[in-house]
């Protein structure tokens, strides 16, 4: 009788009782799954050498009756026809198995028929081949394959087969199959014992193994064994002492061929990236054929060895997590740094579905931790500066969306919520942190000594011509600094979840009486000199004070945090204040300081109203503009004051005409722009469509202020003729055309008052005191902005940071205000000799007025240009002078 099976091999196989109850109940053999009996049948004669394909099924075992034995029954599929092959077990001779996944046995009714049935899965191969085993005599099964009656090496025949069967079903046992022109030990089921010459005939032969799919399953199974990489790498190690370069090259082919053919299969990866596979294996790539071609050596292993640190921040007693962390790593290496070049656009899918894998079970582990593991991290954060790294790892992760399990993503996102984790972050932002310390102490040594390599190497290989640099080399890549990372970490997170840093904000400013979460984001865009810092900041700002995405509470509650406690002065203070000095970094702060402002803008009409009448927003931003000039500042300076037209609001048209805003607007069109040119630039642009606004929204106040200054109305003419060949001329024509429709309009109404009625002369007084307390009242409210507020009032005792004194040049007594004539290239010597003669300065403004003549205008219900003998409303004051 055959040797006593294993029991143990049948109780590891995966038992699937729910699958078939019947089938499972009938024998233990059949519970397995049904992927693992799926099977191909042969079948050949004596007569023949050549073995035929019968069809793909499902074979499962028939328990035996008093009237027969055990069965093996085949249920195949032949082109849509079912077909039941019935085999007595007891009856067959000449059993055999070959290479763990192939039976084959003599027919007992039929001895010169021979059946052999190919197994797709290792488990349902070894669960049937136990179970023969265990009934049949040891007579029956052979000890070798080949020792057929008829026909020696009738089992070699059928493993040629199974590789090399063409579409037509039959091909000769002497065909060239890849795996016919090498030598397999019986120790690996389709892959060569490795040496010098088998890894050199593999490469060659193992992209067409891999296209057959019998082959290439018995392939997956070595590598899963690790034996056969092993002994490879084993085989690696002994080339490099004798440095035989091809096999090298050949190894690092074949070890690239796989991982690319089992991307997508985290099994095999997982294989790959095990401690005793992965340093072999970057080892291997080392010698990439192509790279060697170029003099390139990318040193993999030294770089892990010297550069990669795995930091145990938070502890944890699941030692599958550390093993995913680790994979994870390594994946994205290879993939990243190692594959990039052998990488098609499928295979970077399936290494992304790998990695979005093993992430699902890392958050997995840490969801199911509860809020241990953030507790941890929270004591950790304000301490450890990898603390803070290891947060934005997470929300890095949490921020995929697609391919990571999103019950596991909102539970880390709600835990990060409720520990209130981000309020540690205003430690890192003001640099109060003892976080900040460590990485002073600790990590920022590191980024010099970085810098000073990298400099030293950049001044020895300037004048090398043959040189060729580190690819791996991370001397540049210093760790940013607190500040830096607290400002990317909230940004993701609004990005991935906003509430999370609104609670923040308001929780921050609840307990600290202030919020100082935000003014300290004040203090970073108007400081840090890391433009790509700035821009996070602003993006932080405008998510926050966005109201799309808010609900009213949250709204009205940041609102208030913005302009009622200090927010919106910390930033005017460190962008536009009188004592800010200019620098690249100041500029790029004002852009965007430019930006929140014009969200505010237009999100936030009321509140915004009342800071363009205290704060003198638009007069800050265009002076600040143009003192020096700055293009990109003035682009954005520009935009800004675009938005506040677009307003469309009584005050802030005062504003705008009170100042003379409108001035630097066709300054800029006359002398910083190429008027007229094709294609113009994006400056002119944004100018042109403050004045196209002024045109289609009929905003009269504006049109006839401009076509009463001074100032504006030569340049006005100047523009008009270099835009005469231009389509954007009309903007000018209109407005002209609108002035002028508005100034006859007033003189036929002048004299049609006169025709109707030549006595109206005597109760004109009358009739027009009852008219002007008409207007008065009409005046009043929509000139007033909340009840109790005088507007005009604190315009005329605004005691701010803007004043003439405090801006005024020390130079020649004489000078005007950097306000009113900004420190920018000299304006035309006409300019300059009306200047002298006490004429207006082209950009003069005066936010303390000195005492002077009053005129009195009335602007009616549609604000068209006022009546010579009316009266002024008490909120429009303008210079006798003009």
């Not at 070959?98 to 052999?116: H, P």
């Not at 821009?535 to 995405?549: A, G, S, Y």
């Not at 008052?753 to 008409?774: G, I, Q």
């Amino acid at each position: 009788m055959a040797d006593c099976p294993n029991q143990d091999d049948l109780d590891d196989v995966d038992v699937d009782q729910e699958g078939n109850p019947d089938l499972a109940k009938s024998h233990p053999v059949n519970g397995i799954p049904a992927s693992c009996r799926r099977v191909k049948l042969y079948e050949i004669y004596s007569s023949s050498d050549t073995w035929l394909d019968k069809g793909t099924g499902y074979c499962h075992i028939k328990t035996p009756t008093d009237a027969e034995g055990p069965q093996i029954v085949i249920e195949l599929e032949q082109d849509g026809i079912n077909v039941v092959v019935e085999s007595n077990i007891m009856n067959n001779t000449n059993y055999s198995s070959q290479n763990d996944s192939i039976i084959i046995w003599q027919e007992g009714d039929e001895n010169r028929l021979y059946r052999a049935l190919s197994f797709q899965n290792l488990v349902g191969h070894k669960a049937f081949w136990t179970y023969i085993t265990s009934v049949v005599d040891e007579s029956c099964i052979q000890s070798s394959p080949g020792d057929r009656d008829s026909g020696a090496g009738s089992d070699n025949e059928l493993d040629n087969y199974i590789e090399t069967s063409s579409t037509s079903g039959s091909v000769a046992a002497d065909t060239g199959s890849p795996l016919n022109s090498t030598k397999y030990s019986g120790d690996y089921r389709a892959l060569p014992t490795p040496t010098v010459s088998e890894m050199r005939k593999l490469e060659a032969s193992l992209d067409n193994m891999l296209t057959q799919s019998s082959v290439a399953d018995m392939v997956f199974m070595d590598l899963l064994d690790k034996r056969w990489l092993c002994e490879a790498f084993s085989v690696m190690r002994q080339c490099i002492e004798l440095e035989d370069l091809s096999t090298l090259s050949a190894i690092s082919a074949i070890m690239a061929r796989l991982i690319l053919n089992w991307c997508g299969n985290l099994e095999v990866l997982h294989v790959f990236v095990s401690d005793e596979i992965f340093f072999d294996l970057l080892q291997a790539f080392e010698y990439d054929a192509e790279l060697l071609s170029q003099n390139l050596c990318l040193e993999h292993v030294r770089f892990f060895r010297e550069s990669v640190r795995h930091h145990d921040i938070i502890s944890m007693d699941n030692p599958s997590f550390y093993r995913l962390v680790h994979s994870s790593y390594r994946i994205e290496y290879l993939k990243d740094v190692v594959l990039p070049r052998l990488l098609d656009e499928f295979s970077i899918q399936r290494l992304n579905s790998v990695i979005f894998s093993n992430t699902s079970e890392i958050l997995n582990i840490i969801s199911n931790d509860g809020r241990g593991f953030v507790d941890l991290l929270k004591e950790q954060l304000s301490q450890k500066y990898m603390s803070a790294l290891l947060l934005r790892e997470l929300l890095g992760v949490a921020r995929c969306s697609q391919g990571v399990n999103q019950p596991d993503r909102i539970s880390l996102l709600l835990l990060i919520k409720h520990t209130q984790l981000l309020n540690e972050l205003s430690g890192y932002l003001d640099g109060t942190a003892p976080a900040c310390r460590d990485f002073e102490a600790n990590l920022m040594p590191r980024n010099r000594n970085a810098e000073r390599e990298y400099s030293a190497l950049k001044e020895s290989v300037v004048d090398t011509e043959d040189h060729r640099p580190n690819l791996l080399s991370n001397r540049r890549q210093g760790l940013m600094d607190p500040p830096s990372l607290a400002v990317e970490i909230l940004n993701l997170c609004l990005e991935v979840f906003p509430s999370i840093v609104r609670t923040a904000v308001f929780v921050d400013a609840e307990t600290k009486n202030e919020p100082a979460l935000l003014l300290s984001l004040c203090d970073v865009i108007a400081r840090n000199p890391n433009e790509g810092v700035q821009t996070q900041v602003r993006e932080i700002f405008l998510r926050l004070l966005d109201p799309k995405n808010m609900d009213l509470p949250e709204k009205d509650e940041m609102c208030s945090l913005f302009y009622d406690n200090g927010i919106l002065d910390r930033l005017l203070d460190g962008v536009f204040g009188n004592n800010v000095p200019d620098s690249p970094t100041i500029r790029t702060a004002k852009v965007h300081v430019m930006d929140i402002l014009s969200l505010c803008a237009r999100e936030h009409r009321h509140r915004f109203k009342l800071r363009v009448q205290s704060h003198k927003l638009p007069l800050r931003v265009l002076a600040s503009a143009m003192k020096p000039f700055d293009k990109f500042v003035a682009v954005g300076a520009m935009k800004f004051l675009h938005v506040c037209v677009k307003m469309k609001d009584m005050s802030v048209e005062r504003h705008i005409i009170k100042y003379k805003v409108l001035r630097p607007v066709l300054w800029i069109l006359k002398n910083k722009v190429n008027a007229g040119v094709d294609g113009g630039s994006m400056l002119e642009s944004v100018c042109l469509g403050i004045l196209s606004t002024i045109d289609s929204w009929a905003l009269d106040g504006l049109v006839d202020w401009m076509f009463q200054d001074p100032f504006c109305i030569p340049i006005i003419k100047d523009l008009q003729r270099s835009y005469s060949h231009c389509t954007d001329n009309f903007v000018f024509n209109n407005l002209e055309r609108m002035y002028n429709y508005s100034r006859a309009g007033e003189l036929v109404s002048k004299k049609r008052h006169a025709l109707a009625d030549p006595d109206r002369w005597f109760e004109e007084d009358d009739d027009e005191e009852d008219v002007e307390c008409s207007k008065r009242r009409m005046i009043s409210i929509s000139g007033s902005l909340v009840e109790g507020y005088d507007d005009d009032e604190d315009e005329e005792d605004y005691e701010g940071d803007i004043d003439i004194r405090d801006i005024e040049a020390a130079g020649s007594p004489g000078e005007a205000s950097t306000l009113g004539k900004p420190r920018m290239p000299p304006w035309s010597e006409d300019d300059e000799r009306n200047t002298k003669n006490g004429d207006d300065a082209p950009f003069e403004v005066r936010l303390k007025p000195a005492p002077a003549k009053k005129i009195s205008v009335f602007i009616d219900a549609c604000r068209k240009e006022p009546s010579p003998r009316g009266k002024l409303a008490s909120d429009f004051i303008l210079d006798s002078s003009e």
